[in-house]
């Protein structure tokens, strides 16, 4: 059986690119960046510390 665990999704505003990222662990958070490099890398840098500190099952 499969089930979702991780869903990302990246919006574009006049000013801004946001990343709104929803996981079983960590709920739903959004960040925000001038540049997808930047919204991009907060988004790596959160889900590395969230799966890091997941127990395996």
Same mark, same amino acid.
């Given at each position: /059986? @499969?089930?979702?665990?991780?869903? *990302?999704?990246?919006?574009? =505003?006049?000013? =801004?690119?946001? #990343?709104?990222? /929803? =996981?079983? #662990?960590?709920?739903?958070?959004?960040? =925000? #960046? !001038?540049?997808?490099?930047? *919204?991009?890398? @907060?988004?790596?840098?959160?889900?590395?510390?969230?799966?890091?500190?997941? !127990? *395996?099952?």
């Amino acid at each position: /059986m @499969q089930e979702l665990i991780l869903s *990302v999704e990246f919006l574009r =505003s006049r000013q =801004s690119i946001i #990343a709104r990222v /929803m =996981s079983e #662990a960590g709920g739903t958070r959004e960040y =925000s #960046a !001038p540049s997808a490099e930047g *919204v991009i890398e @907060q988004v790596v840098d959160d889900l590395r510390e969230e799966f890091e500190s997941a !127990p *395996v099952e």
